[in-house]
């Protein structure tokens, strides 16, 4: 299934059809093909080039691996999370190599690392669903995460399944329109709070 | 000038351009062009859908926003920045609109929100480069940021340049090769450091 974003300004249709559906195919994922998600997170920017990214990465072929990683999500996500073949987890380091100082961006380029795997994977014909909904501590003593590091997110990755596998509620909000706040809200000049008169300097003249 | 990611496995081709220059051309970024930036940002996933994001932008057509965007930069960046067309800075909401409760990923969702715009600039011909190097304080104070709200980076925006503009130090910098950590060292499975098999079993047959 498709969500193309309904855009106010064009952007490249990677961007536009990227979401995060909760229907996936049990479909493996080939190891070549997974390993070019991970590829495409190595490369995103980050604050002095740390790279502060690791992912934990569990397949249903690894059955004790996988169910592991599911005990870790809250119920509720990890009754659909269990039909999708990968779940990966992100983790952050927190202070820099080179000085040990805290890295207040630990966390933001982490999820440029997310950002970039998904846009990949949207790609490639698969699909991640990303989510908080899960427990930081338990993640961290399932898999040995050490003193320093601090849990991302868990990422459910596969091929695109069929709304009707999901119950009725999950179909529902997998039918549901995609929705953001207007740019309106978000992009200011000179003050916070005070909207950028470029949008209307823009004319909307790139509007799809 | 195009820096290709040497990459372990092949990756889409805006990921694999998209890099951190310094060197811009004075060109200006059209009112239209820009806002596909943000459109792209205002796209990217977030946790519970909440977009953490906001964006304070300044372009050299307004000398004395720009101006004051500059004054916030470490002198190190502001010393190149000022050549580039558009400087922005990302902004977090650190609490959930819909329960007042800590977004833990209000960051992780910016450097989303970052990534998605630095594609879209590839996709553009445009780049960007996010930084670290500014004052956090002196950003809130001279952008009238609220509290419960942080501060996340300052992006130089506009068409790529020459690296023969930039002075010698940084324009050995402009021309160093690009690396990342191997995936083996960041790609687990059953534990935090124990390197996934997936990338042996990948065979590397998607090697580029």
Same mark, same amino acid.
């Given at each position: 299934m498709e969500k193309i974003a309904p855009?106010?300004?064009?952007?490249?249709?990677?961007?536009a059809r990227r979401w995060s559906p909760r229907a996936f195919s049990p479909r493996?994922?080939?190891?070549?093909?997974?390993m070019q998600l991970f590829e495409a997170a190595r490369w995103a920017a980050s604050s002095f080039n740390e790279q502060p990214w690791s992912f934990i990465?569990?397949?249903?072929?690894?059955?004790?691996?996988?169910?592991?990683?599911?005990?870790?999500l809250v119920p509720f996500n990890a009754a659909w999370v269990q039909h999708a073949p990968v779940v990966a987890l992100s983790v952050a380091k927190l202070r820099f190599a080179h000085n040990n100082e805290v890295n207040r961006h630990a966390l933001h380029d982490v999820g440029q690392a997310a950002a970039s795997l998904a846009i990949q994977a949207t790609a *490639? $014909?698969?699909?991640?669903h990303q989510m908080a909904g899960f427990d930081v501590e338990k993640a961290r003593a399932e898999f040995s995460i050490p003193a320093g590091y601090e849990p991302g997110a868990v990422?459910?990755?596969g091929y695109p399944g069929d709304a009707d596998s999901l119950p009725a509620p999950?179909?529902?909000?997998?039918?549901?329109?995609?929705s953001?706040?207007?740019?309106?809200?978000?992009?200011?000049?000179?003050?916070?709070?005070?909207?950028?008169p470029? *949008? $209307?300097?823009?004319?909307?003249q790139q509007k799809a």
């Open positions: 855009t106010q300004f064009p952007i490249h249709e990677l961007l493996k994922v080939e190891p070549g093909v997974l990465v569990a397949t249903s072929d690894n059955a004790e691996q996988f169910q592991r990683m599911l005990s870790v *490639l $014909g698969l699909a991640i990422m459910a990755i999950l179909r529902e909000k997998e039918l549901a329109p995609r953001r706040q207007p740019l309106e809200k978000i992009l200011f000049a000179g003050k916070w709070g005070e909207t950028s470029l *949008l $209307g300097a823009s004319g909307k």
